[in-house]
């Protein structure tokens, strides 16, 4: 694993060479193998290298899982707004895909190093199943190694690479994934938008939390 000397975000061959540095990693810790109903290959790839006809397929499976979320919140072209950010310098994509079927994914997760609240934290941008593979715990293996990642390059990352856990953004009104992100230990980032009870007594939620799970010790 090459190592560069800073995170500067605003340098974006720099987090280009970051996220290739990342999925370097990601090669030792997401099995090459995942079995559901069938043996799941895994892939991997970034930002700087994914080709327009792999990030439409991604793209679609987000429109299939949370189109509704995002019409909600962005409106009817909140596409095009996705596709800008799926592109960001740094991003790694781990994704499977069925042996008989290369060219389907039947899982992914994108994500990259960044800051939250003053600290490092592996940033989980999307996470996301196909669902005629949905109940077969593909996305909390998926997680389980984002979290296996994290780990690991506080360990051994050096100074740059020195994740205190991971990250993520959910939607207020997507309570299923809130209840699940809440299940696998994640708690509300000190950064994050919160809860206000109105003078009426009504609550008014944000329109999205974010939240961090620690590798260990506490957020601070």
């Known amino acids: 694993m090459d190592y560069y000397d800073d995170l500067d975000e605003s340098d974006t061959e720099l987090q280009y060479r970051h996220g290739i540095s990342l999925a370097e990693e990601a090669?030792?810790?997401?099995?090459?193998?995942?079995?559901?109903?069938v043996s799941l290959q895994?892939?991997?790839?970034?930002?700087?290298?994914?080709?327009?006809?792999?990030?439409?397929?991604?793209?679609?499976i987000i429109d299939t899982n949370l189109a509704a979320f995002y019409v909600a919140r962005d409106g009817p072209r909140w596409m095009d707004l996705k596709l800008v950010e799926m592109k960001e310098a740094g991003l790694v994509y781990v994704y499977y895909t069925p042996p008989t079927d290369p060219d389907q994914i039947a899982c992914f997760l994108s994500f990259l190093i960044t800051y939250e609240s003053g600290v490092?934290?592996?940033?989980?941008?999307?996470?996301?199943?196909?669902?005629?593979?949905?109940?077969?715990?593909?996305?909390?293996?998926?997680?389980?190694?984002?979290?296996?990642?994290?780990?690991?390059?506080?360990?051994?990352?050096?100074?740059?690479?020195?994740?205190?856990?991971?990250?993520?953004?959910?939607?207020?009104?997507?309570?299923?994934a809130f209840a699940w992100y809440k299940k696998e230990k994640y708690i509300l980032s000190p950064g994050s938008p919160q809860d206000k009870r109105l003078r009426s007594g009504k609550l008014r939620k944000p329109e999205y939390y974010i939240m961090v799970r620690l590798n260990q010790a506490r957020f601070t």
């Open 27 to 37: 090669l030792r810790v997401f099995p090459e193998i995942l079995a559901a109903s």
């Open 42 to 60: 895994r892939q991997i790839t970034t930002a700087a290298e994914i080709s327009p006809e792999l990030l439409k397929k991604i793209a679609l």
């Open 120 to 176: 490092k934290v592996l940033y989980l941008y999307e996470v996301h199943v196909l669902q005629q593979f949905q109940g077969k715990r593909l996305g909390a293996r998926l997680l389980a190694g984002l979290h296996q990642l994290a780990t690991d390059l506080q360990q051994n990352g050096g100074a740059l690479y020195n994740p205190v856990g991971t990250a993520l953004t959910v939607f207020s009104d997507n309570t299923k």
